[in-house]
């Protein structure tokens, strides 16, 4: 007998439906309304709940449950989907007069009918589709080319402001269409974050989100603060399209009703005089959003007149989008000022008067490197053209030459390092200047260790910048293998202030409990996270990860000539001078020591994960979906199989990626090596 049959789960069942139906209540006054109807603790308290309940009866979990909200489910495959309406893109324009044109057009086109347009905000962000049926969601994708897109569907049940359930009356069948969007407050917060674990910032909101959208973990989807705005209904053609669903504004009023976030600045205009005053009024209005848009959205509002007036072969006649200019203005050079990052790379910075500039004051902007500067002919006390458009980020972009000053000399790049005096290096075919004191130079050293607690490297985070900056100032860590002889005596009382003598920081007991409690745990750490955190210029994550599943540990990678180093993949020439030269340093040998003594792993860990492909012999040829070249040839071994580089008799399988070589398909062929693809091999090692 089934012992799930014996348990009366109606109760159960009865207090999932409540709870969900309160959180669901809570969310949407939360992100729609701003209204906290309860406290953090008491919201947290019920999700648990419903949480601890679903582990308990998963058969009555809902897919559109609450709890999706924080993620967690992991998609390593991302499903093509056909668009059931293709997805068309808008026939763009910068000039108001073309906007004259449309209008004009469309009165000819529909001559003695009555209609009126909407007005609207052009969001700045990853365009989607969601389906809904009996209202609930079922599927999210990606607007892909327009005909095929991404199914997406796991990381946008994490955004809160796309509803799961539907609320009121709503068609049974229908598609939601809007663009995700990162709001600035949100996006600002995740690129400190991002340069503080030592990543690079994103360069605007609409790239961070769709970056996120792809990413395999949607819990990590839900940590990005993401939003939804919808701005199309999409019906079946058997849909009833009479009463709110006849227009394009009542379409969006009934969303809203459903549960949708709809812009709330969208106008119905009848004339092109209304349609320019909304244009006009939103070109300054726009940086006082807490979002970024690039232009307004015209449409012709009544929808039974879309299909008579058609389709051109990309875009809609009925729709045209403005796209505004991007902001430029003029501002004086007072200095430039030279950064040193963590690999010794200089960036020029410009020190210009502060000017507001879309909706910020900007007084700083990077100059990029020498060819920069000589290419946009900067002198000294010019005055930069500086403009700020779909970026977070202001860019220079010119010079006024209107303003230059009369016998202004041409700006002359920096010879030697401004934090500790060495002479500066280019190397054949960089775009930069570095500073090649690696060790000495302070601002390297600090940018050093920061990179080496970050979060994907040794993970210490009770090291944050401002703690970094004081050991090193008070002299107790000089380079990273220091921070594994701290001791508890050493960190207590500490402090440091800044130069107007207010305190910026300081160690106590708890505080250096933590420090050193991090410090023992990032001992656990593999080796590719520890390769890694070295720091060495141009090794990256990936990098590090083939590296060490290449040389298997520090002393063969160590040891390896620059040929040899160039032999993994994606490596490449220069990355491995650079390797090499790394290693040739003794100091960096006697670092490592260090490291090692200190316990550091320094060899990977063979962990087998089944016996699966025991005794098979693969040669893998192509690209792969889901793998790396380097990373599905470990994945063979993980499971018992062994790779070759050749083909023979003595080969179990050729498995193939796109792209891949023809003599290896033609041997395979000739000598009845069975090819397979990586969705056979998935299911082969069971992981699909």
């Known amino acids: 007998m089934d012992l799930f049959s014996s348990i009366d789960v109606e109760p159960a069942l009865n207090r999932m439906k409540e709870l969900t139906e309160l959180i669901d209540r809570y969310n949407y006054e939360y992100y729609m309304n701003d209204q906290s109807l309860v406290s953090d603790y008491e ?23 609450p709890t999706k909200r924080v993620g967690g489910e992991v998609n390593k495959t991302f499903r093509q989907v056909t668009h059931r309406f293709p997805m068309l893109s808008l026939g763009n324009t910068y000039s108001i007069e073309e906007i004259v044109d449309f209008e004009s057009r469309t009165r000819k086109l529909l001559g003695d009918t009555a209609f009126s347009y909407t007005c609207e905000l052009k969001y700045d962000g990853v365009a989607i589709g969601l389906t809904y049926r009996h209202g609930q969601l079922v599927q999210a994708v990606t607007r892909g080319n327009g005909t095929v897109g991404d199914d997406i569907t796991t990381n946008v049940r994490t955004i809160p402001t796309v509803p799961l359930r539907l609320r009121g009356q709503y068609p049974d069948d229908f598609e939601a269409r809007g663009e995700v969007v990162y709001p600035f407050k949100e996006f600002e917060e995740f690129n400190r974050q991002r340069e503080a674990d030592g990543d690079e910032p994103f360069a605007n909101p609409r790239n961070a989100a769709s970056g996120s959208l792809k990413l395999q973990d949607s819990a990590e989807c839900a940590k990005r603060k993401l939003q939804f705005c919808m701005y199309f209904l999409m019906l079946p053609g058997d849909a009833d399209s009479s009463g709110l669903y006849s227009t394009h504004y009542g379409r969006l009023e009934a969303a809203g009703m459903m549960g949708f976030k709809v812009q709330p600045h969208i106008k ?10 909304f244009i006009d009024y939103w070109d300054n209005e726009r940086w006082n959003l807490p979002y970024a848009i690039d232009g307004i959205v015209i449409k012709v509002n009544q929808v039974a007149l879309w299909d008579r007036l058609g389709l051109t072969a990309k875009s809609p006649r009925w729709a045209i989008a403005y796209k505004f200019k991007a902001q430029q203005v003029s501002t004086p050079l007072e200095s430039i000022t030279y950064q040193v990052g963590r690999t010794g790379i200089i960036t020029p910075v410009a020190n210009m008067q502060p000017v507001w500039l879309g909706g910020t004051t900007v007084r700083r902007a990077t100059l990029v490197n020498a060819d920069f500067i000589q290419k946009m002919d900067i002198h000294e006390g010019d005055s930069l053209l500086v403009e700020k458009g779909g970026e977070i980020i202001p860019k220079v972009v010119g010079v006024d030459l209107a303003k230059r000053k009369p016998g202004a000399l041409p700006v002359q790049y920096i010879t030697c390092c401004p934090e500790c005096g060495s002479l500066l290096v280019r190397a054949d075919g960089e775009a930069g200047h570095y500073c090649p004191n690696q060790d000495g130079c302070p601002p390297q050293i600090v940018g050093r260790l920061e990179h080496f607690v970050s979060r994907k490297a040794m993970n210490i985070d009770s090291l944050g910048s401002e703690r970094l900056e004081m050991l090193y100032d008070k002299g107790l860590v000089r380079d990273i293998a220091d921070l594994y002889d701290l001791t508890r005596d050493q960190l207590v009382g500490l402090e440091s202030y800044d130069t107007d003598g207010l305190r910026k920081t300081s160690i ?51 040891a390896a000539s620059v040929e040899e180093l160039a032999t993994v993949e994606d490596v490449g020439e220069k990355t491995a001078a650079f390797i090499y030269d790394y290693f040739s340093d003794e100091r960096h040998h006697r670092l490592v020591g260090r490291l090692r003594q200190a316990g550091l792993c320094f060899e990977v860990v063979e962990t087998r994960q089944s016996n699966v492909l025991d005794n098979k012999t693969f040669v893998v040829s192509g690209v792969f979906e889901r793998f790396s070249r380097e990373e599905i040839k470990f994945s063979i071994e ?43 091999y998935l299911e082969m090692i069971g992981e699909l």
């Open 43 to 65: 919201f947290d308290k019920l999700l648990r709940e419903l949480q601890d309940l679903e582990r308990q009866y998963p058969e009555l979990a809902s897919p559109n449950s």
């Open 268 to 277: 119905e205009c009848s004339n092109i005089d209304e349609i320019r005053a």
């Open 508 to 558: 106590q007991d708890k505080g250096a409990a933590n420090i050193l409690a991090a410090i023992e745990k990032s001992k656990e750490v593999p080796f590719e996270r520890v390769l890694y955190a070295l720091g060495i210029r141009y090794v990256g994550e990936v990098g590090a990860k083939k590296l060490a599943r290449f040389f298997k540990n520090i002393d063969a990678l160590m």
């Open 638 to 680: 993980q499971h018992g199989g062994k790779v070759s580089g050749s083909i023979s008799g003595k080969t179990d399988y050729l498995l193939a990626g796109e792209k891949m070589g023809p003599e290896k398909l033609k041997k395979a062929e000739k000598l009845g090596v069975p090819i397979i693809s990586e969705t056979v």
